[in-house]
């Protein structure tokens, strides 16, 4: 039982050090990470009483 902790613990090690590697090597290799800009504007109605 403890194999199996230490595989899946050194497994999301793995996982978590590759995805940061990826957040860092990405742009090099045109990964584009940045957020769609675009201005929405959507009218509202506003009730007085």
């Known amino acids: 039982m403890g194999k199996l902790i230490r595989a899946?613990?050194?497994?999301v090690l793995l996982a978590?050090?590759?995805?940061?590697?990826y957040a860092y090597i990405g742009p090099i290799f045109g990964a584009d990470f940045s957020a769609p800009q675009s201005e929405t504007r959507i009218p509202v109605e506003l009730h007085g009483n």
């Open 16 to 21: 978590i050090i590759a995805l940061v590697a």
């Open 8 to 11: 899946i613990l050194g497994l």
